[in-house]
């Protein structure tokens, strides 16, 4: 079997997906003839008919059919490949909505790379709440969100999952016949539902100490001492430290980063959207403090 040409798929989809090789070649911008001659070199590598022609309508074969499938996931992969490698060719515009946990890693030097590679790319940052994200991308206010997976939600790439675990300031045991003390962002927070979701399935009394709209407000509330927060257990700031196990606490579960895009479409969009998957090991890494 000789090697496959882009071209030539991008011609068999487009056939089946326009119903006729005239509607096909309209949509590629190529002659008809190219097309067919296309199919007829596609088949050739393959060494297998692809297509059922006759005078109302073209249909694929069962060969056809098994190779629908691959060839979506080729032609896309290749899309994205020549997005994200584009040499400066890139334009537009891209909103880009980032969960505020991650703004103080290394994103900020990944979008500095990324708008030295693309120039001509104009870069948007909205940060705040995962679901405000959420929110912002479904009413197509954001391109591409970087941010925590929404419960019952699988849209999305995953970059990394991770831990949350109970941290309070250096010392801090809660007392077991008080209700313990949260301190939380406010709805519609993720991170505040899976902890009052953990307290609650283990009959945890608790009370909410303080409420903050930052990642900042949250960790100056814990480290005065006010209550205890969910936190990411990898990243654990100064002034802050994991409450023992000894304390009780019930498990908060696990949290996963996912990033969402304006689909191969935008090829900008696309090109931001890998660029943050393919660093999601340095945007893991404990900052040195």
């Known amino acids: 079997m000789s090697n496959l040409n882009v071209d030539h798929i991008r011609s068999f989809l487009a ?3 326009n119903g006729s090789f005239t509607a096909a070649s309209q949509a590629l911008g190529l002659r008809q003839s190219t097309v067919s001659g296309h199919i007829a070199r596609l088949e050739r590598a393959l060494d297998r008919s692809l297509l059922m022609r006759d005078t109302h309508r073209v249909a694929p074969t069962a060969d056809g059919q098994a190779l629908i499938g691959f060839a979506r996931e080729m032609l896309e992969a290749h899309d994205r490949l020549r997005a994200f490698f584009s040499p400066g060719g890139l334009r537009g515009r891209i909103r ?3 969960s505020e946990d991650y703004t103080l890693s290394a994103l900020a030097q990944v979008l500095a790379r990324f708008a030295e590679r693309h120039p001509s790319v104009d870069l948007q940052l909205t940060v705040g709440l995962s ?3 959420y929110q912002g991308y479904d009413a197509g206010e954001l391109d591409v969100i970087f941010c925590k997976r929404r419960r019952g939600d699988p849209r999305g790439e995953l970059a990394w999952a991770e831990a949350l675990i109970w941290a309070g300031r250096p010392g801090f045991l809660p007392d077991p016949a008080l209700p313990l003390p949260l301190v939380l962002y406010p709805p519609p927070s993720m991170t505040r ?3 009052l979701d953990a307290l609650e399935a283990a009959g ?3 009370r909410i100490a ?3 709209g930052s990642l900042m407000g949250v960790r100056a509330a814990v480290e005065a001492g006010l209550g205890i927060a969910p936190h990411s257990a990898r990243v654990m700031p100064p002034g802050l430290a994991p409450i023992p196990i000894t304390a009780g606490l019930p498990p908060i ?3 996963a980063f996912v990033v969402l895009g304006a689909g191969r479409q935008h090829a900008a969009a696309t090109a931001l ?3 943050i998957l393919a660093s999601s090991a340095e945007l893991q890494a404990v900052p040195e403090v």
Do not use: F, I, K, N
């Open 273 to 275: 959207q890998e660029t």
């Open 210 to 212: 303080c409420t903050s």
């Open 15 to 17: 056939v089946l997906d």
């Open 96 to 98: 880009l909505g980032v």
């Open 204 to 206: 945890r009394p608790w």
């Open 193 to 195: 539902t899976l902890a």
């Open 131 to 133: 679901r405000a994200l």
């Open 253 to 255: 579960g696990d949290v």
